[in-house]
């Protein structure tokens, strides 16, 4: 066989090799039955970042407490929220700041002690603000559970008060009024007649720079309460608010959202994800749809948006035919008496 026939035979046996490798691997890259590729409908995981197909998910936690941080956190037994990423498509789990939690149904209760370090840190910490170290409780009255507020007011020096209030909502421009009923500063009176005799106004003594979320009128504190959370930030549409022993409860108006699906597994305490694309590490979820349910139902489930990878390290993960994810979680690991 000359050269010429050996080099045309060398590259036949080159081309079907490379022929039967590319089969090969299609065969064995090919989508099992019944389990969208990613660029098909339903939900796949992939590896990697990339650019979504649907901005936002929808997320429901039950018999849960939604960590922000160590500090700042909520107790809700049935809350359901939109993420909304406040660029792009895709909601970033491991980026807080990066998205938004639009509540469309349900409630939640802000524990006394969060409530006192959100108003503390947030609102009442600024330049131009006559009021500081602040303390929120709650305290049965005849005439109905009272917010009680105490801390020190700066009336030429800074001196100790108390304020009792009633509080509400005002569904209209979706704040909370807190109505003064009664405000001492060093045991003395400064509510009621005496308040009106000397000419002194609420908002004379309790004084709060512009644009932190606060305003005084009168004898009532408006406060807008979604300027208290940060990355993610809160909104939605207020409902109503209940003094409790343990805080404030706050209840969101429904709004119209998509059914929610069935849950894969039954659970008590879970949080349930679906829709747009969402990013946990080094993994994203396509046309989400994850279940992570509470390891142990003994008691609320602890999910920590700083520490949830640690939980994550920690949970059993099964990926489903159809692309779905069932996580069963440790809680989060987080300081006692919270």
Request: hydrophobic share 45%; with cysteine.
């Given at each position: ?8 035979l060398s590259l ?20 099992a ?12 995981l ?81 330049d ?17 559970r ?125 949080l ?7 990013n946990?590490?080094?993994m ?26 640690h ?28």
């Amino acid at each position: 066989m000359n050269l010429k026939w050996r080099v045309l035979l060398s590259l036949s046996l080159l081309g079907n090799t490379i022929l039967l490798a590319f089969l090969l691997y299609g065969f064995v890259n090919r989508p099992a039955p019944g389990v969208a590729s990613p660029e098909e409908e339903g939900s796949a995981l992939v590896r990697g970042r990339y650019a979504g197909n649907g901005a936002g998910s929808f997320m429901e936690l039950r018999n849960a407490v939604f960590y922000w941080n160590d500090r700042v956190y909520i107790d809700t037994d049935f809350l359901r929220v939109k993420s909304v990423p406040l660029a792009g498509e895709v909601t970033d789990m491991d980026r807080p700041g990066s998205f938004s939690m639009d509540v469309v149904e349900g409630g939640a209760v802000i524990d006394s002690p969060v409530l006192s370090r959100l108003m503390n840190e947030r609102v009442f910490n600024r330049d131009g603000s006559s009021v500081r170290d602040i303390t929120a409780a709650t305290a049965a009255s005849p005439g109905g559970r009272k917010l009680v507020i105490r801390g020190k007011v700066d009336i030429l020096v800074w001196m100790d008060f108390e304020m009792t209030c009633g509080i509400s909502v005002d569904e209209a421009r979706n704040i909370v009024s807190i109505r003064a009923e009664d405000v001492r500063a060093m045991g003395l009176p400064f509510a009621g007649s005496l308040l009106q005799g000397l000419g002194i106004s609420l908002d004379s003594l309790v004084r709060v720079p512009e644009g932190c979320g606060v305003t005084v009128q009168a004898d009532r504190i408006e406060m807008n309460p979604f300027v208290l959370f940060r990355e993610p930030a809160i909104t939605g549409r207020l409902k109503g608010v209940e003094l409790v022993e343990r805080g404030l409860r706050v209840e969101f108006l429904r709004r119209p959202h998509p059914p929610f699906p069935e849950r894969i597994a039954a659970a008590k305490n879970d949080l349930l994800a679906f829709g747009g694309d969402m990013n946990f590490g080094t993994m994203m979820a396509r046309r989400t749809r994850i279940q992570i349910v509470d390891r142990d139902p003994s008691d609320p489930f602890l999910f920590h948006m700083q520490r949830y990878f640690h939980q994550l390290c920690g949970s059993e993960v099964r990926v489903l035919p159809d692309g779905s994810l069932l996580v069963t979680m440790p809680d989060a690991a987080v300081p006692k008496g919270r």
